[in-house]
């Protein structure tokens, strides 16, 4: 089975700053899919990212890109030019490319973030 | 276009009572997730479908919980009897994952989610 860790419960990053959110997961696929979703205060559930595996290249989104490396299993994201809308719980993902129907999410704890003004 | 719909946003109900939970799914997708979301247990899978079909309910608690489908556009789960230990926040996705996007709008294999029906059995 799929398990997705996140070691930092709690960050906080100034404003204007950089901060990098921690990802690994343990998997024997080949092909999966790796995703960042942001939770704010509101609850709702928003997508910020999403990489496939089989693809070398850092997916970048903006201010927000990941460091993935296949090897070591580890998904990182990077909030560039940190803004007080950014604080939210960060979640993430992964999901397996096909198989036996297997579509589900599997999710980190999750790390909670606060921007500092 | 219109994200995923879910209602009510919160219910507050007593102990016993039966909860519905819907979702409206993004239109297009083929696939709708049920998932909880508690303190303690973070986020869990209950059950998805794929074209109106369950395909994996191992998650459903037990069976107070279910879950339909009846339509493309339009999902329940229903808590009946409801407990305390029920309450969470129940969010519903929905995804395309079949070959090919039609309109390129929504990369596949992303789940939307919905804002989610927070819910508080007393």
């Known amino acids: 089975a799929q398990t997705v860790t996140q070691s930092q419960p709690e960050m906080s990053v100034q404003e204007a700053e950089t901060v990098t959110l921690s990802c690994t997961y343990d998997t024997s696929e080949s092909n999966y899919y790796l995703f960042w979703y942001k939770q704010p205060p509101s609850r709702q559930m928003i997508l910020v990212i999403r990489?496939?595996?089989?693809?070398?290249q850092n997916a970048t989104e903006n201010r927000f890109s990941v460091n993935f490396q296949k090897a070591a299993k580890s998904f990182s994201l990077k909030i560039s030019d940190s803004q007080l809308g950014d604080t939210a719980m960060y979640f993430c993902?992964?999901?397996?490319?096909?198989?036996?129907?297997?579509?589900?999410?599997?999710f980190g704890k999750g790390t909670k973030l606060s921007v500092i003004p | 276009d219109a994200g995923v719909i879910q209602s009510p946003r919160h219910e507050v109900t007593e102990m016993g009572q039966e909860v519905t939970l819907r979702c409206k799914p993004i239109?297009?997708?083929?696939?709708l997730f049920w998932y909880r979301q508690t303190m303690m247990r973070g986020l869990e899978l209950l059950i998805y479908f794929n074209n109106n079909v369950p395909i994996d309910d191992s998650g459903m608690p037990e069976d107070r919980f279910s879950a339909k489908m009846p339509n493309a556009s339009f999902s329940t789960l229903k808590i009946q009897p409801s407990e305390p230990r029920d309450s969470a926040v129940y969010f519903c996705?929905?995804?395309?994952?079949?070959?090919?996007?039609?309109?390129?709008?929504?990369?596949?294999?992303?789940?939307?989610f919905g804002p989610g029906t927070r819910l508080l059995v007393l």
């Open positions: 996705a929905s995804s395309l994952i079949r070959a090919g996007s039609a309109s390129g709008r929504h990369p596949q294999e992303t789940q939307y």
């Open positions: 993902a992964f999901r397996e490319y096909s198989g036996a129907g297997s579509y589900q999410l599997t």
């Open positions: 239109s297009g997708h083929d696939y």
């Open positions: 990489q496939e595996a089989y693809k070398q």
